[in-house]
């Protein structure tokens, strides 16, 4: 299993980023918050296209910032979008914003 956040990344982002390193990861959870939105609103219209895009763009942002689980669920959205296959899109993106609750616990801890 995947672990939630790779806390050697982190700290390596922290030692690099040094004062902008809040800020990056405020831009985060206030995205990822407006894209958590966007995403229910694109399931409820059956819009895989909007979908993919959306789990795309979280992927690439939870990645960089060593939330690797979320990104590893974010992959499994964007293929069900890529691919047309909703069947169990809320299962997902349920799984999805759990994963963002606990990321976003450990973030706000550390800012």
Request: glycine share 4%.
């Given at each position: 299993?995947?672990?939630?956040?790779?806390?050697?990344?982190?700290?390596?982002?922290?030692?690099?980023?040094?004062?902008?390193?809040?800020?990056?990861?405020?831009?985060?959870?206030?995205?990822?918050?407006?894209?958590?939105?966007?995403?229910?609103?694109?399931?409820?219209?059956?819009?895989?296209?909007?979908?993919r895009?959306?789990a795309?763009?979280?992927?690439?942002?939870?990645?960089?910032?060593?939330?690797?689980?979320?990104?590893?669920?974010?992959?499994?959205?964007?293929?069900?979008?890529?691919?047309?296959?909703?069947?169990?899109i809320?299962?997902?993106?349920?799984?999805?914003?759990?994963?963002?609750?606990?990321?976003?616990?450990?973030?706000?801890?550390?800012?």
């Amino acid at each position: 299993m995947v672990d939630s956040i790779n806390k050697n990344m982190i700290e390596e982002l922290k030692e690099l980023m040094g004062d902008d390193f809040q800020y990056l990861i405020e831009t985060f959870l206030k995205d990822s918050e407006l894209r958590l939105v966007d995403l229910d609103k694109a399931i409820l219209e059956s819009n895989a296209t909007k979908i993919r895009e959306l789990a795309h763009s979280f992927k690439g942002s939870s990645s960089t910032l060593g939330a690797n689980k979320l990104s590893e669920i974010s992959f499994i959205v964007e293929s069900m979008g890529r691919d047309n296959i909703l069947d169990n899109i809320d299962t997902a993106n349920a799984e999805l914003y759990k994963e963002y609750q606990i990321v976003k616990k450990y973030f706000n801890s550390i800012i």
